[in-house]
């Protein structure tokens, strides 16, 4: 074979290997640069930046700051509201005189809670339950009573009280709608110290019952108590066959007014007007060299107490 063919193939072959050789050699280089190309350099713009910016939007998206959201939820849950509940609800418990209708009455509130009350009206000696909501606006305690509803004269009282001064004021309405609107004052009676024995001392609607809880005269007896029910007793006649009196009762509502004591019965037969007048006779001691008890005196009839 001729020696120029072996010349020819001793030269192709380096030049062969030396390509094959120097890829081999930069091919790891090429491939990292574009490993840095594709992830490490946008891993650094996410690491040093504040925000990612996508292609195509111009909105920058923010990092969440869960630090910053904690402070403003601490700030808002200590924010106090714009009124708070009335928190003295105990204090509108009691006994209420009321004008109903140029009549005395009562209302007796003697449960309250945030949502229910409960308790009792006395009007002309008919007692009947009422109960329902309480509700609360930021000046006003609204309180809504209702009557059980198997009477004819049965209604609704619509009451209210100012929490700065606990002024109270109300109305009632009828459930028939017989009866006509009646609004009123709610005036509280406030129990002084009890002190029944000191025979000067002022008598009120407050301790009327204590220095008069029970009167009597020779025909019948006279009960107050002090939710405003007055009940009168008597023995109306002779029971000749077991030879015992029978006795016999109605009730009424009474108020003090100065030294007068006005009372409104329910239907009877001993009484001939339904309103009654007693004026009380407190006898003063400088008058007297001994201690005299006070009466209750009518224009026939006077009620001695038996407390003495």
Same mark, same amino acid.
């Given at each position: 074979?001729?020696?120029?063919?072996?010349?020819?193939?001793?030269?192709?072959?380096?030049?062969?290997?030396?390509?094959?050789?120097?890829?081999?050699?930069?091919?790891?280089?090429?491939?990292?640069?574009?490993?840095?190309?594709?992830?490490?350099?946008?891993?650094?713009?996410?690491?040093?930046?504040?925000?990612?910016?996508?292609?195509?939007?111009?909105?920058?998206?923010?990092?969440?700051?869960?630090?910053?959201?904690?402070?403003?939820?601490?700030?808002?849950?200590?924010?106090?509201?714009?009124?708070?509940?009335?928190?003295?609800?105990?204090?509108?418990?009691?006994?209420?005189?009321?004008?109903?209708?140029?009549?005395?009455?009562?209302?007796?509130?003697?449960?309250?809670?945030?949502?229910?009350?409960?308790?009792?009206?006395?009007?002309?000696?008919? *007692?009947? +339950?009422?109960?329902?909501?309480?509700?609360? @606006?930021?000046?006003? %305690?609204?309180?809504?009573?209702? #009557?059980?509803? $198997?009477?004819?004269?049965?209604?609704?009282?619509?009451?209210?009280?100012?929490?700065?001064?606990?002024?109270?004021?109300?109305?009632?309405?009828?459930?028939?709608?017989?009866?006509?609107?009646?609004?009123?004052?709610?005036?509280?009676?406030?129990?002084?110290?009890?002190?029944?024995?000191?025979?000067?001392?002022?008598?009120?609607?407050?301790?009327?019952?204590?220095?008069?809880?029970?009167?009597?005269?020779?025909?019948?007896?006279?009960?107050?108590?002090?939710?405003?029910?007055?009940?009168?007793?008597?023995?109306?006649?002779?029971?000749?066959?077991?030879?015992?009196?029978?006795?016999?009762?109605?009730?009424?509502?009474?108020?003090?007014?100065?030294?007068?004591?006005?009372?409104?019965? *329910?239907? +009877?037969?001993?009484?001939?007007?339904?309103? @009654?007048?007693?004026? %009380?006779?407190?006898?003063?001691? #400088?008058?007297? $060299?001994?201690?005299?008890?006070?009466?209750?005196?009518?224009?026939?009839?006077?009620?001695?107490?038996?407390?003495?």
């Amino acid at each position: 074979m001729d020696s120029r063919y072996y010349q020819q193939k001793e030269i192709s072959n380096p030049t062969k290997n030396t390509s094959h050789i120097l890829s081999l050699l930069f091919m790891p280089l090429i491939l990292a640069s574009i490993l840095c190309l594709t992830l490490g350099c946008s891993d650094t713009e996410k690491q040093e930046g504040t925000y990612d910016l996508v292609e195509g939007d111009t909105t920058k998206h923010e990092r969440t700051d869960h630090s910053t959201i904690k402070s403003e939820q601490k700030e808002i849950a200590n924010l106090e509201p714009e009124w708070s509940p009335f928190e003295n609800l105990d204090t509108l418990l009691g006994i209420y005189t009321i004008n109903f209708d140029d009549t005395p009455a009562r209302i007796v509130i003697n449960y309250l809670n945030s949502r229910k009350a409960i308790g009792y009206n006395i009007v002309k000696g008919l *007692q009947r +339950n009422i109960n329902g909501d309480v509700n609360e @606006t930021k000046d006003s %305690i609204f309180v809504v009573l209702a #009557e059980p509803g $198997d009477h004819k004269a049965d209604g609704v009282f619509y009451l209210a009280w100012s929490k700065e001064n606990l002024n109270g004021n109300g109305y009632w309405e009828s459930n028939s709608g017989n009866f006509k609107r009646k609004k009123f004052s709610l005036s509280k009676v406030e129990v002084p110290e009890r002190n029944k024995y000191h025979s000067n001392a002022e008598i009120t609607s407050a301790n009327f019952a204590d220095y008069f809880y029970y009167v009597e005269d020779t025909i019948g007896n006279l009960t107050f108590h002090e939710d405003g029910k007055v009940v009168y007793s008597y023995y109306e006649e002779e029971d000749n066959i077991h030879r015992r009196e029978q006795l016999s009762s109605f009730n009424g509502t009474w108020l003090v007014e100065g030294d007068s004591v006005f009372i409104h019965w *329910q239907p +009877n037969e001993v009484f001939t007007s339904r309103k @009654t007048v007693f004026y %009380i006779d407190f006898p003063d001691d #400088e008058d007297t $060299d001994y201690y005299e008890i006070p009466t209750l005196e009518s224009e026939d009839r006077s009620f001695y107490p038996l407390w003495y």
